[in-house]
């Protein structure tokens, strides 16, 4: 009211001056009101970052490489929430400035101000009623951008419904009767549109598969001719029609084909003292391995096998390494021998007109996946009649020759695999990107339905993201949302895309969040994660357990995952994290026994978890670390994390290790020095300068990227701040040094390896000092 006052006192003093009517004109209120709001909006308005645009699809290409150009010039610390408001009511001046036309006489016009006071009443009452209704229709007002709001995120986490992901999983399931990749990626894309994500596009990629022949592999003992598929069951009888649970489907994608002849020769788990015990016994030459699934990467022991001299593989895994609730006797299985991507464009995306290599096979070996039933029949071992609810390893008699004739016939093929990928662009920093994979369906040979869990899970959360964004909220950071194709060949759909844009991801992306097949169990939640995001993770996982789900005390740790995220792990650098439910059986067993793909089927899934509130779990945990990660003004990456989990795989009465635990302990004290004197200040909104947070996310997000070796073991991650398993605490290509070193192989490994690790440790210590260095510059200042 006092607001309208000294307008029309202003005005209406102007207006006797010039000899205008003594009535203030109802327009001429409303014009000069709305002149003053539009100054008070001026002033307290603030300048933004540009908007960054993606390419079109047609073009397929994620947007301008470099980072989209700042006005830096423009970007000021924000003006007091005051503003005009408080400097009109301290000037006590403010009216007398203005002329005014002296009064002829003290006799007051009883008329005229009664008309001002009934005009002045009018328009305050109008203001109420339509003040009422535009709080009434109009959305709640977000907090604006750079601004983390743990309850935005929480009403936008609340829509996402046990219920809701339920129905999503079994609607997709009917979507894959289509038996097509494409098609089924053309009715994902339409869901997706239909919640309302902007833009969704999809990039096909010809890539080289390794499928089932048209006859099932087989395994035939020689000293009874008797034939067996791989599953056990005699040759003689009618295979199974489903193709995700017959003999065609047990097979290793990527292994050399033909028949071999040969001895079978127990390797139990295929270590390095298995293989060298072996050697040592026996002429390896040309001869089968008899080899457990487990406790290291199976492409690493399949290279120790080769190197051996070993013809042919025969895979089972032990039923004591699974938890009790699997039964695998009979069950087949798949594995893949695919490091990762298409095998013809190996570091090139598969695109029209790229060069293929001829790469049909990718090792020597025969490899062959067998029940565990047939290696029982391999060796004719007695059934075991030990304690009830005992389970005693197998282990098969070294005095006794079995000769079997192995055949393997699977044929390569080129087709065609669909990435689906949406994209919500970040309001501030849109060239900043956030990125979250699960995989959907595949159409060929292998069945099995636990895809669907993750690819609910981010549909869910792209439907209640949307609800927000409708209402004119928008995170600041892009999220960039994917459904991967071919991810049981070796993980080939994200590996095809971020080659094709791996310029533009190595300087853009910050984060990966994986949603690979998030129900493998229902004990215990088992949250895998960058050193730099455990922090966070553990925070978001205390906040989102509640009495419907199981969250007992999981062991947050950094290990090597299965899944999507390996491209943006081993090559981009990118800080990942995975939450999923295991069994605590299979969290103390055997690591690396999810390299064998068992067809999973809806009724197993849903008896996991039959009211889907584990769904629901990770997909809230889950949602709340995208979104902290796309909103926080300095990302959540806690950088000290990274140097104590450095010194951490340092551990242990091992030579050679003095001069990398000094250089270790450097590293932490330029990480404890950068925590304290620059994200301290940036967390701080009263500190805060625009360019300094942008240069020290910069700093966060390409730290990674200094532990990254070039060459390490098969089946080992190049990003060596990850670990091969729970149970192993040096760095991974450290601990495979000193295996060979102890059973006297070779000291040059080990040299090379302590290379390696110093080398990324001091290229970060290295990265740490240039940045505190340009912190500390005089051209910048603290604000």
Request: glycine share 6%; with cysteine.
């Amino acid at each position: 009211f006092r607001l309208f006052l000294m307008a029309y006192q202003k005005v209406n003093a102007d207006q006797r001056a010039t000899g205008h009517s003594q009535y203030l004109d109802s327009d001429d209120l409303q014009a000069t009101a709305l002149d003053l709001e539009w100054d008070m909006e001026q002033e307290l308005e603030e300048p933004g970052f540009d908007r960054f645009q993606l390419d079109s699809a047609e073009n397929q290409n994620l947007g301008n490489s470099e980072t989209a150009d700042l006005d830096l010039d423009s970007i000021q610390p924000g003006t007091s929430p005051k503003g005009r408001f408080q400097r009109l009511q301290e000037d006590s001046d403010y009216v007398t400035r203005y002329p005014r036309a002296t009064p002829k006489s003290n006799h007051c016009n009883i008329f005229r101000f009664s008309k001002i006071f009934c005009t002045l009443t009018l328009l305050f009452i109008l203001g109420i009623v339509i003040g009422y209704y535009a709080h009434k229709k109009c959305p709640s007002q977000d907090p604006s951008p750079g601004m983390s709001d743990p309850h935005l995120y929480q009403e936008i986490l609340k829509e996402i419904k046990a219920e809701d992901i339920q129905k999503l999983f079994r609607h997709l399931i009917q979507l894959t009767k289509s038996g097509d990749d494409t098609e089924f990626s053309e009715k994902l894309k339409a869901q997706w549109t239909s919640h309302g994500l902007e833009e969704v596009q999809l990039f096909n990629y010809s890539v080289l598969l390794s499928l089932p022949g048209s006859s099932p592999n087989t395994v035939t003992l020689n000293n009874s001719s008797q034939c067996f598929y791989p599953n056990g069951q005699p040759c003689d009888q009618e295979p199974s029609k489903d193709p995700s649970q017959g003999p065609l489907f047990s097979y290793a994608a990527y292994s050399a084909r033909g028949t071999l002849e040969a001895e079978v020769i127990d390797v139990m788990y295929g270590t390095v003292e298995d293989v060298t015990r072996i050697r040592v016994m026996k002429n390896v030459t040309n001869k089968i391995a008899l080899l457990k699934l487990g406790k290291l990467p199976l492409l690493y022991k399949l290279s120790l096998l080769e190197k051996a001299g070993f013809g042919g593989v025969l895979l089972y895994v032990d039923p004591c390494d699974l938890p009790k609730t699997t039964n695998p006797s009979h069950s087949p299985f798949m594995v893949s021998l695919n490091p990762g991507g298409d095998p013809s464009t190996p570091g090139y995306p598969s695109i029209d007109g790229s060069f293929r290599e001829s790469r049909m096979d990718l090792t020597r070996l025969l490899v062959q996946p067998i029940s565990v039933s047939l290696a029982a029949k391999l060796f004719a071992l007695p059934k075991e009649r030990g304690q009830p609810g005992a389970c005693k390893p197998l282990q098969f008699p070294q005095d006794e020759i079995r000769i079997v004739t192995m055949k393997v016939q699977t044929v390569t093929e080129y087709k065609k695999l669909t990435n689906v990928v949406g994209y919500l662009k970040g309001a501030s920093f849109p060239d900043r990107y956030v990125i979250v994979g699960s995989h959907h369906h595949n159409p060929y040979g292998y069945n099995g339905q636990e895809w669907a869990s993750g690819t609910a899970i981010i549909t869910a959360f792209i439907q209640a993201l949307m609800l927000k964004v409708k209402r004119g909220w928008r995170p600041d950071r892009t999220i960039i949302l994917c459904s991967w194709g071919g991810t049981t060949f070796g993980n080939i759909g994200s590996y095809e895309w971020a080659e094709d844009f791996k310029k533009v991801l190595q300087k853009n992306v910050v984060a990966y969040v994986s949603l690979h097949n998030p129900i493998r169990g229902n004990s215990s939640l088992h949250p895998i994660a960058s050193p730099s995001l455990q922090q966070l993770v553990a925070e978001k996982k205390n906040f989102n357990c509640s009495w419907r789900t199981k969250c007992p005390e999981a062991n947050l740790s950094s290990v090597q995952m299965q899944g999507d995220g390996d491209f943006f792990i081993n090559h981009l650098g990118t800080p990942s994290l995975q939450v999923l439910y295991e069994d605590i059986k299979a969290l103390e067993g055997p690591s690396f026994l999810s390299e064998a793909l068992f067809p999973v089927r809806l009724a197993e899934i849903e008896e996991l978890d039959p009211f889907f509130n584990l769904h629901e779990t990770i997909a809230k945990l889950s949602g709340e670390v995208i979104l902290q990660i796309a909103n926080d003004p300095v990302l959540p990456l806690n950088a000290l994390d990274i140097a104590l989990e450095v010194q951490n795989s340092l551990k242990g009465d091992h030579a050679h290790m003095f001069q990398l635990l000094e250089m270790a302990s450097r590293l932490r004290d330029s990480a404890e020095l950068f925590q304290s004197d620059e994200m301290r200040p940036a967390n701080d909104p009263k500190e805060r300068a625009p360019l300094r947070v942008r240069m020290l996310n910069d700093i966060l997000q390409n730290l990674e990227k200094n532990f990254l070796v070039q060459q390490v073991p098969p089946g080992f991650y190049r990003n060596i701040l990850y670990r091969l398993d729970e149970k192993t605490h040096q760095f991974s290509i450290l601990h495979e040094a000193w295996q060979h070193e102890k059973l006297h192989l070779s000291n040059e490994t080990l040299q090379v390896a302590l290379s390696k690790v110093l080398n990324s440790i001091n290229s970060a210590q290295v990265f740490f000092k240039a940045g505190l260095d340009v912190f500390e510059s005089g051209l910048l200042g603290k604000n």
